[in-house]
């Protein structure tokens, strides 16, 4: 098993920054991918960001440009630097671990997934 604890989370305004962390535990050398997802209330969970070990990366649109993933492989630590954030980024954030680019379009589901952290942007 793998356990995943996302920080960082919290109240910023519209054109802040924040950054999130996502530290795993268990049997975290077997993750290969690792990737965060955010649902905002009453939408579907959506992928914003996924990098495997080896560090290729898929990234939402809606975070190209303005989000960069990043990872730590020994410190099995996952993160989420988050610039010019928007209202509409205001979601529970998901830290999540799985097979390669788990979560992306044509890809499977990632296995493991944290208890999400809040990230509020206010206008």
């Known amino acids: 098993q793998v356990q995943l604890v996302e920080s960082g989370g919290g109240l910023v305004q519209a054109g802040g920054s924040l950054r999130l962390s996502c530290a795993a535990s268990g049997r975290a050398g077997s993750i290969y991918s690792m990737g965060w997802f955010r649902q905002a209330p009453g939408k579907q969970r959506e992928l914003v960001a996924v990098m495997s070990s080896a560090g290729s990366t898929n990234y939402a649109d809606s975070a190209k440009g303005r989000f960069t993933i990043s990872r730590d492989n020994a410190k099995n630590t996952l993160y989420l630097q988050m610039n010019s954030l928007k209202p509409e980024d205001t979601a529970v954030y998901y830290c999540?671990?799985?097979?390669?680019?788990?979560?992306?379009?044509?890809?499977?589901?990632?296995?493991?997934w944290g208890q999400g952290t809040q990230v509020t942007v206010s206008s």
């Open positions: 999540a671990a799985g097979a390669f680019l788990c979560g992306s379009p044509g890809r499977p589901q990632c296995n493991y």
